[in-house]
């Protein structure tokens, strides 16, 4: 079984969330479990030149976007096992950055017939393909539209998966033609037509074979007008060809026990507390153990509820805990934190930009992890936090409500910390229990925090159900 994965990043290459990470790992896990997995991406011009280095030309060919043809260069390497394919064209990849230009439709319309173009010279051709978030949304139709009589194509099925529905490439009308090459029997509402322009996503929604998303309880949302984004009646309708998939992490590349950009491996508490010593010294805040640290590490954005942190950030602050911040996003966030920051310098550190480094030795030296998102398909934050014994506070859902197990006290059962509604007082309560028990049950969060290191988030288990979709399909 050939599986391409089609996507717009992947880590160590290009990445700028989640998605970069799931490209990364799961093709690793899918190989333990007798699945052939190949990627392909855009060369971006931001790619490391250790990387470059070791790319080959495979071919050039020429590529029809509307009535244009445009050059494309198939490149390769072999990164950890995994043959890698890179798709150049200057024009549309050789900027700062993967998304966010106003040329993105064409950018990403190119790469997505591009990927087509290139089957034939691929070491091997794909029984089906795999196609991540918008970016390769238009993926299925180019291939059901263009390419359904020709030989090598037959039998090709198409899985998209869903990472995040509110991002969804919504252009014009005119890019049907434009740039897809589509006629307007596609502009309907069971095709690409999403209230007078053009989807992208759901052109992946309609068409492909087969629709996942990254855990169960997002796979329910979504169907529902809160969570659908406008495309909750359309995946209602193709409910029963989507399935939700937790997402995992690379439980070797994030490992405590031998990870050299934390400050000490560990795999004790003690050694836990080590970094979290060396964490407040390198921030700047005093250095003292016993001051709970809570840590956010994300993105910025609505979505990952700011607002409620920022609503009652001096009421957490007046809880004697230290804050740490890693992330950018929008402005007004970005701004009110560090102002914050400034104003309460031995309980604060803002740091706004991202590094991968300081983003482990945070998991690594912090002791509860605050993601109290407005929705989350997955989340991959958590995870992480567990790995390195932080206990992760979220708002129950998507991901979260999947992976995070309230601690109930009176059965000993549970990992975490959450609650219910989008509401920040809520969420200030679940705060003040968790430093309860953190100051009154010392040897009970020390349990749990040494339970959280032993827990098993990795791909094993959600790559086999990824093998049985792509086994069903064929």
Known sequence: MNVLFAASECAPFIKSGGLGDVISALPKALRKCGVKVTVILPKYGDLKAEHKEKMELVRTIEVPVGWRQQYCGIEKMVHEGISIYFLDNEYYFKRHGSYGFYDDGERFAFFSRAVLEA??????????????????????????????????FDGIKTVFT??????????????????????????????LEFYGNISYLKAGLAFADYLTTVSPTYAEEIQMPYYGENLDGFLRKRGRDLQGIVNGIDQEAYNPVQDKAIFREYNSYEGKMENKRHLQEQLGLPV???????????????QKGIDLILHVFEDILKQVVQV????????????????????YPNQVSANIFFDEELARKIYAGSDIFL??????????????????????????????KDTVVPYNEFNDHGNGFSFTNYNAHDMLYTIERALWFY????KKWKELSVRAMALDFSWEASSMDYKEVYEELL
């Open 119 to 152: 089957l034939p010279y691929l070491e091997q051709r794909p029984d089906i393909i795999h196609c991540h978030d918008w970016q390769t949304g238009p993926i299925p139709v180019l291939l059901k539209a263009h390419y359904k009589y020709h030989p090598f």
């Open 324 to 343: 740490v911040v890693l992330g950018t996003g929008e402005h007004r966030y970005e701004d009110a934190l560090s102002e914050l920051a400034g104003s």
């Open 288 to 302: 003292n153990e016993k001051v709970p640290i809570i840590s956010i590490v994300s993105r910025l954005v609505e």
């Open 162 to 191: 869903i990472h995040n529905l509110r991002y969804q490439g919504i252009y014009p009308r005119s890019v049907l033609g434009e740039l897809l090459d589509l006629s307007e029997r596609y502009f309907h509402i069971d095709c």
């Open 439 to 442: 100051r009154f049950q010392p």
């Open 371 to 400: 993601m109290p998102s407005q929705f989350e398909p997955c989340g991959i934050g958590q995870l992480l936090a567990f790995r390195y014994g932080t206990l992760p506070l979220v708002r129950e859902t998507g991901g979260l």
